[in-house]
Antibody
């Protein structure tokens, strides 16, 4: 079974940092582009970042550019999101998800990890 | 960014009803439109890709149509397990963006 499992969320003060992880299993992780998507009550589902299968290409939403860094370790089948200079508006459930080459939708998704930025 | 607008934001339906949800894109997105279902506490799950292609394992009572800027998700004869929130999402141009969601509730 193809599975994604996020971890690393929690409560952090504004200006703080957090690193999210996403462990993949049941598929050849190194073949796929991977993405992070955030969900919050105010803005709904928002794409955050993506990384190429070999890690050489990375893209970010304007709202997180310069503060977040996406990375991956294909030997460990794990995706990361380093989140620095956190703001209240970064609060939400963060999902990791996959896009297959030549396809244009997110599938599957992890169960999500909650990040709350608050003093 | 392309804005995706769903209507209605919520609706009430009885088991067996036909439900229609619309999604409008701020610019033409050809057929690069996907539909997801999300139940409380769970991740979204893709139902329909590229406007009308039913994903494996999704019941045939779900269907999608449209192209350009206007799209529709239809549930023929709603079942109890279909009460959830539905999102459209465009993948025509980066950043990929989502609609705000349509909550389908039991009448």
């Amino acid at each position: 079974e193809e599975q994604l499992v996020e971890s690393g969320g929690g409560l952090v003060q504004p200006g703080g940092s957090l690193r999210l992880s996403c462990a993949a299993s049941g598929f050849t992780f190194s073949k796929y582009w991977m993405h992070w998507v955030r969900q919050d009550p105010a803005k709904g589902l928002v794409w955050v970042s993506r990384i190429s299968s070999d890690g050489s290409s990375r893209f970010y939403a304007d709202s997180v550019k310069g503060r977040f860094t996406i990375s991956r370790d294909n030997a460990k089948n794990t995706l990361y999101l380093q989140m620095n200079s956190l703001r209240a508006e970064d609060t939400g459930v963060y999902y990791c998800t996959r896009v297959e080459e030549g396809r244009y939708w997110f599938d599957p998704w992890g169960q999500g990890t909650l990040v709350k930025v608050s003093s | 960014d392309i804005q995706m607008t769903q209507s209605p934001s919520s609706l009430s339906a009885s088991v067996g009803d036909r439900v229609t949800i619309t999604c409008r894109a701020s610019h033409s997105i050809s057929s690069y439109l996907n539909w997801y279902q999300q139940k409380p506490g769970k991740a979204p799950k893709v139902l329909i890709s590229v406007a009308s292609s039913l994903r494996s394992g999704v019941p045939s009572r779900f269907s999608g149509s449209g192209s350009g800027t206007d799209f529709t998700l239809t549930i023929n004869s709603v079942e109890p397990e279909d009460f959830a929130t539905y999102y459209c999402q465009q993948s025509y141009i980066s950043p990929w963006t989502f609609g705000q969601g349509t909550k389908v509730e039991i009448k």
